[in-house]
T-cell receptor, first 113, second 113 residues
Framework: SQTIHQWPATLVQPVGSPLSLECTVE??????LYWYRQAAGRGLQLLFYSVGIGQISSEVPQNLSASRPQDRQFILSSKKLLLSDSGFYLCAWEDRDGLGPQHFGDGTRLSIL | QQQVKQSPQSLIVQKGGISIINCAYENTAFDYFPWYQQFPGKGPALLIAIRPDVSEKKEGRFTISFNKSAKQFSLHIMDSQPGDSATYFCAATPNQAGTALIFGKGTTLSVSS
């Protein structure tokens, strides 16, 4: 069966520090991968998606970037964190054909001080 | 046109009662409508999903009703239990590779015992 892992589960970082959140998927090949941010009372906002290694599409211009160095690995990064980057970050995967559901990891709670 | 409007924002139901959450959309290109259940500190988990070629889908105590002409769909939880207390999100998507789920803002359900 397929599983998705995100780490760390929680992270507290000072303003201006770098960020690296990692997401890996097991049990499937060539998945589409997504990064979402969830803010309280606002649902989930798509940040980035990837349909293959090295292929990244950005939905929201911001202080973050994403990379996909391997087929089942998706990384969310920042060079300098802002207070507004605080939130709950979720990674999701779906089959390559995009005809099924998206499956989410358990997220990373990021707090910026 | 990309929005999915979800109501109510919060809902309190007695144990054994019926919980009803409603969603509406505008984009006629949407053709996949999943519902997600999220517990605190966890990622959303797929609960049930429907495509517009059917008007109703039932899985156990959970039923989706879909009205294509009205562009509305709803989740019914029969015999609601305290363990159903969670946040529920409706979503919609054209269900193509690389297209995001458009989420409603969520409904926090509390089932009192």
């Amino acid at each position: 069966s397929q599983t998705i892992h995100q780490w760390p589960a929680t992270l507290v970082q000072p303003v201006g520090s770098p960020l690296s959140l990692e997401c890996t998927v097991e049990g499937t090949s060539n998945p589409n991968l997504y990064w979402y941010r969830q803010a309280a009372g606002r649902g989930l906002q798509l940040l980035f998606y990837s349909v293959g290694i090295g292929q990244i599409s950005s939905e929201v211009p911001q202080n973050l970037s994403a990379s996909r160095p391997q087929d089942r690995q998706f990384i969310l990064s920042s060079k300098k964190l802002l207070l507004s980057d605080s939130g709950f970050y979720l990674c999701a995967w779906e089959d390559r054909d995009g005809l099924g559901p998206q499956h989410f990891g358990d997220g990373t709670r990021l707090s910026i001080l | 046109q990309q929005q999915v409007k979800q109501s109510p924002q919060s809902l309190i139901v007695q144990k054994g009662g019926i919980s009803i959450i409603n969603c509406a959309y505008e984009n006629t290109a949407f053709d996949y409508f999943p519902w997600y259940q999220q517990f605190p500190g966890k990622g959303p988990a797929l609960l049930i999903a429907i495509r517009p070629d059917v008007s109703e889908k039932k899985e156990g105590r959970f039923t989706i009703s879909f009205n294509k002409s009205a562009k509305q769909f709803s989740l019914h939880i029969m015999d609601s239990q305290p363990g159903d207390s969670a946040t529920y999100f409706c979503a919609a998507t054209p269900n193509q590779a690389g297209t995001a789920l458009i989420f409603g803002k969520g409904t926090t359900l509390s089932v009192s015992s």
